[in-house]
């Protein structure tokens, strides 16, 4: 007997050592734009297996833009290849919802119980719900920044010191610049790729997207008709030439461009690229109604697809560890985003210190108080919303319409693509 037990003892030890110590969980995850979140993706997801070797994240073909993203996960939807989180731009949580497609956090929320301890405030929260259902949780927030070259500016007879405050200012800051020659151009605005820049103009006048019951187009009344003739006049007076995304970036980080607005997401990006080529400064971007203006919140949310039981338990640890402290830590000096947890942005083992001794960042947290939720479109046809807005505001770009027969082509197609009640 006293033979057996020995033989049952050993045979235990063996199986302990074969067999790992808990089942391992592996997540399938899916982002957009490499360009901004290889690096930090990557960070975060180490630091995470570190902490929870039970769990494996692999990571599925990311997505160009939050356009491409959204299609690919709606194109994946019961099939295999669906991810088990996806990372999905905020203006796109309504087709998510629409659908039925995304796991409701809010039981899990509720059964969380302290959220708030975590750095997930009320407010935080409310950037990833639609109709005050709790389907992502906010990840990467952004508003828009204004970015210069002060050698140019002070090449132009402007004050790097102080920046312009107004779009008459930077109009007549970029025709100076413009004017300098050599191959110099005044501004790119970066208008392309979704409407989140016109809505930085349109919210700016104090607009919106649609009427208060979605049934109609709002953005072609008159804060809509302010926002396009400042892209008209940035065009004709300011020295914008018609520059493609990529050929935008390139301009202005080879010192050939005055005055660059987008995201403060890029500012890593920027930074990196420009190097010691000029004196790079960031600031405010105008409002056209200083007292009624805001600004559109960008970046994306973190959302559960699977549901499965085990791999939900798993997927909420990974969810509130990206948009959590620690992630947020790392996205903001990654990208240049603002934080998205309160805890990340006061705690100096996160980001306490970091934008005292980073000042090119702090454009975008003085921002904050005039951020308002980027507009989603109801329906089915989002996508096609936002192509329809971008298109007619290349045609002002290249002079190709005025500017209130573009918008009002714009609001024509886009009333006729809005869903009926």
């Given at each position: 007997m006293?033979h057996i037990t020995?033989?049952l003892?050993?045979?235990a030890?063996s199986m302990?050592?074969?067999l790992?110590a808990?089942?391992e969980?592996?997540l399938?995850?899916?982002?957009?734009m490499p360009?901004?979140f290889?690096d930090v993706?990557?960070?975060?997801?180490k630091?995470?297996?570190e902490e929870n070797p039970?769990i494996?994240?692999?990571?599925?073909?990311?997505?160009?833009?939050?356009e491409?993203?959204i299609?690919?996960?709606?194109r994946?939807?019961g099939?295999?290849?669906?991810?088990?989180?996806t990372f999905i731009?905020?203006?796109r949580?309504?087709?998510?919802d629409?659908?039925?497609v995304?796991v409701?956090?809010?039981?899990?929320v509720?059964k969380?119980g302290?959220?708030?301890?975590q750095?997930?405030?009320?407010?935080i929260?409310k950037l990833a719900?639609v109709?005050g259902?709790?389907?992502?949780?906010a990840f990467a927030t952004?508003?828009?920044?204004?970015y210069?070259?002060?050698?140019?500016?002070?090449a132009a007879?402007?004050?790097p010191?102080n920046?312009?405050k107004?779009?008459?200012?930077?109009?007549a800051?970029?025709g100076?610049?413009k004017?300098?020659?050599?191959?110099v151009?005044?501004?790119d605005f970066?208008?392309?790729?979704?409407?989140?820049m016109f809505?930085?103009?349109?919210f700016?006048?104090?607009?919106?997207m649609l009427?208060?019951?979605?049934?109609?187009?709002?953005?072609?009344?008159?804060?809509g008709q302010?926002?396009v003739?400042?892209l008209h006049?940035l065009?004709?007076?300011?020295?914008?030439?018609?520059f493609?995304?990529a050929?935008?970036?390139q301009?202005?980080?080879a010192?050939?461009?005055?005055?660059?607005?987008?995201?403060t997401?890029?500012?890593?990006?920027t930074i990196k690229n420009?190097?010691?080529k000029?004196?790079l400064r960031?600031a405010k971007?105008?409002?056209i109604d200083?007292?009624?203006g805001?600004?559109p919140?960008?970046g994306?949310?973190?959302v559960?697809l699977?549901?499965?039981?085990a791999?939900q338990?798993?997927a909420?640890?990974?969810a509130?560890?990206?948009a959590?402290?620690?992630?947020?830590s790392?996205v903001?000096?990654?990208?240049?985003?603002?934080?998205n947890?309160?805890?990340?942005?006061?705690?100096v083992?996160?980001?306490?210190?970091?934008y005292k001794?980073?000042?090119?960042?702090?454009?975008?947290?003085?921002?904050?108080?005039v951020m308002t939720?980027w507009?989603?479109?109801p329906g089915s046809n989002?996508v096609k919303?936002?192509?329809?807005?971008?298109d007619?505001?290349?045609?002002?770009?290249d002079?190709?319409?005025?500017p209130k027969e573009?918008?009002d082509?714009?609001a024509?197609d886009?009333?006729d693509?809005?869903?009926?009640?």
């Amino acid at each position: 007997m006293k033979h057996i037990t020995q033989l049952l003892a050993a045979a235990a030890v063996s199986m302990a050592i074969a067999l790992p110590a808990h089942a391992e969980t592996t997540l399938t995850v899916h982002y957009p734009m490499p360009g901004f979140f290889k690096d930090v993706m990557d960070t975060i997801s180490k630091k995470f297996m570190e902490e929870n070797p039970d769990i494996k994240i692999q990571f599925a073909s990311p997505s160009a833009t939050y356009e491409e993203g959204i299609q690919t996960v709606l194109r994946q939807v019961g099939t295999s290849e669906m991810p088990d989180i996806t990372f999905i731009g905020l203006n796109r949580l309504r087709m998510l919802d629409e659908r039925d497609v995304a796991v409701d956090l809010g039981p899990l929320v509720q059964k969380d119980g302290n959220m708030a301890e975590q750095g997930f405030s009320d407010t935080i929260l409310k950037l990833a719900q639609v109709k005050g259902k709790q389907v992502g949780l906010a990840f990467a927030t952004s508003n828009p920044i204004m970015y210069y070259n002060a050698d140019l500016v002070k090449a132009a007879g402007g004050d790097p010191e102080n920046p312009p405050k107004t779009w008459d200012e930077v109009i007549a800051l970029g025709g100076k610049i413009k004017a300098l020659g050599n191959g110099v151009d005044g501004i790119d605005f970066r208008w392309q790729g979704d409407d989140w820049m016109f809505s930085a103009l349109l919210f700016g006048a104090g607009g919106k997207m649609l009427s208060e019951d979605e049934s109609k187009v709002a953005f072609n009344g008159p804060e809509g008709q302010k926002a396009v003739e400042v892209l008209h006049r940035l065009v004709t007076e300011g020295g914008m030439p018609v520059f493609t995304k990529a050929a935008g970036e390139q301009a202005f980080a080879a010192g050939k461009v005055g005055f660059e607005f987008q995201t403060t997401g890029a500012l890593r990006n920027t930074i990196k690229n420009v190097g010691n080529k000029f004196d790079l400064r960031t600031a405010k971007i105008p409002l056209i109604d200083p007292v009624n203006g805001h600004l559109p919140t960008g970046g994306n949310a973190v959302v559960i697809l699977t549901h499965d039981a085990a791999k939900q338990d798993a997927a909420w640890k990974f969810a509130k560890f990206a948009a959590g402290p620690y992630g947020a830590s790392v996205v903001v000096p990654g990208t240049g985003y603002v934080p998205n947890n309160e805890l990340a942005a006061k705690s100096v083992d996160y980001l306490g210190d970091f934008y005292k001794q980073n000042p090119l960042f702090q454009a975008g947290l003085s921002q904050m108080p005039v951020m308002t939720p980027w507009y989603a479109f109801p329906g089915s046809n989002g996508v096609k919303v936002t192509q329809t807005i971008v298109d007619n505001l290349s045609r002002i770009v290249d002079q190709s319409a005025e500017p209130k027969e573009a918008l009002d082509d714009a609001a024509a197609d886009v009333e006729d693509m809005l869903p009926r009640s």
